[in-house]
């Protein structure tokens, strides 16, 4: 179904008591994101601030649950539109042998054309205000975190348009605002905005952009979406919500828009205007991304419909709301994805804790040796998946969704000296971990279940059969070396042993418990042993996962101990012998006074029992003082 801009997604969110609405004054700077922090990460509603301090409500949290995230796609569950993408690519590629057969797909080109976006020449429902002095402070633009750069547009929907091809583009770059009619445009250097502001700088052209906020919520989530470059976002946003979104065009530049949408922000990028510098933001990995150049965006006019709805979202450390926008992309892009890419590939999911790149895995249907190599090899250049730090390739009967079993399943399936493919290659620019920017080490994993080819001699495939007995915790805990150490999942018969060091007191603790272990039987206990820093609960397996997934550079941080034994080094960089080549940024987290104003507030927001503050549980991972964003290592 389409929904009517905000306010009609929001009357639906209402009548399925999936709202909560919360009419005292609550400040955009900081207390916003404090308190849908703790909503979003306790699986509640979504939040409707409707005292914001300007004329516009604020809507966050949208699209934080399966359930939402369905309905803002305008499905009953996430997996209809899986199921419908598949019959409609089933149908698109039955086009080969007689004419009956390519005739056979006319009924869902014919479906498809009828979701293309149409033009109008009418003024939308976004131009019922215009102002001609564009004043960006009249929105309830967010500060998220304490030390972010300024106050950042974070669900915007980019518009812009390729200079001689002419194709356009949806994507979403947050936006820091500069004044009352200047942002930064933070467009990566990965992405179609990117691309096509390098054209518009060859040919010496001032670039037209125009910035849509709210609308259908189906907007957003396709402006996310891993299309091809030159695929309209909008043609998605049709099929999803069954209606061909209407374009309008804008007053000051010839850019679409959608007609429902709330909010318009209309301008231009002039390329041969000096960068400015933007950030640092409270980012989506968990970490503050630090400031760098990125181009101006003037605003030339700002228009809204009557009732607009300003929408925003909040990232930082996971889970938060954007997790369901992937869950969202691994139902939809499935079929896609084996069409175009691997059509062996029966499932892939992104675990939470690692951001979306750092960790991806992938089931196959197995048919012949050496298939999980070659799939490995096939996703590490494809689209978005290029940007993929750990990539797991799996087979047979296994949910790849229940993690105890999935771990087990690359044990029994996996051996560390022949299934583990190490490479580098493009990263995201958001990796910190790596010592070049957005440049550095992979690692692809073969846990597929192995034909009689590929079973070369000895191996170590089912560890849980050859662990030895006698593990001794005393030896982690009866020397100066380890500050903690975890043996849970060891007991659970899932070899893997976490331990912390303190290489903020000394840059070698990595180096010298890598001698440790290799000097000791004790490693053959295990195939996988994680090393983090003191500061990291040993216990909290996700705050593990999460900070070696992210302070990791697969092909640099492994160690080889024994016949069958990897370490993984997940400490923080900036404290290693000699420092790091960059500057290693701190985790974001709310500050001791917000957290403190929320806990005296929450009564009176009507948001039911008092709900504990995420940031508490990770505050000790942030070093070097609640001022810093940058850990020093020196």
């Not at 939040?47 to 309905?71: Q, V």
């Not at 006698?470 to 060891?490: A, C, P, Q, V």
């Not at 053959?524 to 216990?539: E, M, P, Q």
């Not at 940024?585 to 008092?610: A, H, M, Q």
Request: charged share 25%; glycine share 8%; net charge negative.
């Amino acid at each position: 179904m389409a929904y009517a801009g905000l306010a009609g997604f929001i009357d639906e969110l209402a009548k399925r008591d999936e709202l909560s609405r919360i009419t005292d004054y609550v400040n955009p700077e900081l207390e916003i994101t404090e308190i849908t922090d703790r909503i979003s990460k306790a699986g509640g509603k979504a939040l409707l601030f409707e005292n914001t301090g300007t004329g516009f409500p604020l809507l966050i949290n949208a699209y934080g649950s399966e359930k939402r995230m369905a309905l803002a796609i305008g499905r009953s569950d996430l997996d209809d539109a899986g199921r419908e993408i598949n019959e409609l690519f089933a149908g698109l590629s039955d086009t080969g042998g007689t004419i009956f057969k390519k005739l056979s797909s006319l009924p869902a080109l014919i479906k498809l054309a009828g979701y293309m976006p149409s033009r109008s020449r009418r003024r939308g429902i976004c131009q019922q205000v215009i102002h001609k002095n564009p004043d960006t402070g009249i929105l309830p633009v967010l500060k998220c975190w304490p030390y972010d750069g300024g106050r950042f547009i974070t669900l915007p929907v980019v518009h812009t348009i390729h200079p001689d091809t002419g194709k356009i583009n949806a994507g979403m770059y947050r936006m820091q605002i500069l004044d009352r009619s200047t942002t930064a445009m933070h467009w990566q250097r990965h992405k179609t905005g990117a691309s096509h502001f390098e054209a518009w700088r060859k040919k010496g052209e001032i670039m037209p952009v125009s910035v849509s906020l709210g609308g259908d919520p189906v907007y957003a989530y396709s402006a996310t979406a891993p299309l091809p470059d030159g695929i309209d976002e909008f043609i998605l946003a049709g099929f999803l919500r069954k209606k061909r979104v209407k374009m309008v065009r804008c007053l000051t530049n010839n850019l679409y828009v959608p007609s429902d949408a709330d909010i318009i922000l209309e301008g231009y990028v002039d390329p041969s205007e000096e960068p400015v510098w933007e950030g640092p933001f409270g980012d989506h990995t968990g970490f503050y991304s630090l400031a760098d150049w990125y181009p101006r965006f003037h605003i030339t006019c700002i228009t809204h419909s009557k009732k607009a709805v300003y929408p925003a979202t909040i990232v930082g450390i996971p889970p938060q709301e954007d997790a369901w926008l992937a869950k969202a992309t691994e139902r939809i892009f499935l079929s896609p994805i084996k069409m175009t890419l691997q059509p062996e590939i029966e499932d892939f999911h992104m675990p939470d804790a690692g951001v979306a790149h750092n960790l991806v895995i992938i089931k196959i249907n197995k048919s012949y040796p050496g298939q999980g190599m070659k799939v490995i090899s096939s996703l590490s250049g494809a689209g978005q998946m290029m940007f993929s730090k750990y990539l797991v390739v799996v087979s047979g009967n296994i949910d790849i969704r229940n993690y105890s079993d999935l771990v087990n399943h690359v044990f029994e399936n996996t051996d560390i000296r022949r299934d583990l493919l190490f490479s580098h290659g493009p990263l995201d620019v958001l990796d910190h971990s790596s010592d070049a920017f957005s440049f550095g080490g992979k690692l692809g994993i073969d846990a597929t279940i192995k034909h009689a080819e590929e079973n070369r001699g000895s191996t170590e495939l089912n560890a849980q059969s050859v662990l030895p007995s006698g593990l001794k915790e005393d030896f982690f805990s009866g020397n100066n070396l380890i500050t903690g150490f975890n043996t849970d999942l060891f007991n659970k018969k899932i070899p893997v042993l976490i331990v912390s060091v303190r290489r903020f007191n000394d840059p070698d603790a990595v180096e010298k418990v890598k001698e440790l272990f290799s000097a000791s039987d004790q490693k053959d206990y295990f195939r996988l042993i994680l090393v983090v820093d003191y500061t990291v609960d040993t216990k909290n397996l996700h705050m593990v996962t999460w900070q070696v997934l992210g302070n990791s550079d697969p092909e640099r941080d492994h160690h080889f101990l024994g016949k069958s034994t990897l370490m993984i080094d997940g400490t923080i960089k900036a404290f290693r012998k000699g420092g790091f080549t960059r500057k290693w940024p701190n985790v974001v987290c709310s500050d001791i006074e917000t957290i403190s104003d929320i806990d005296r507030k929450w009564e009176l927001l009507g948001l039911g029992p008092l709900l504990k503050s995420p940031s508490e549980a990770y505050r000790s991972l942030v070093l070097k003082g609640d001022d810093e964003i940058i850990v020093d290592g020196s």
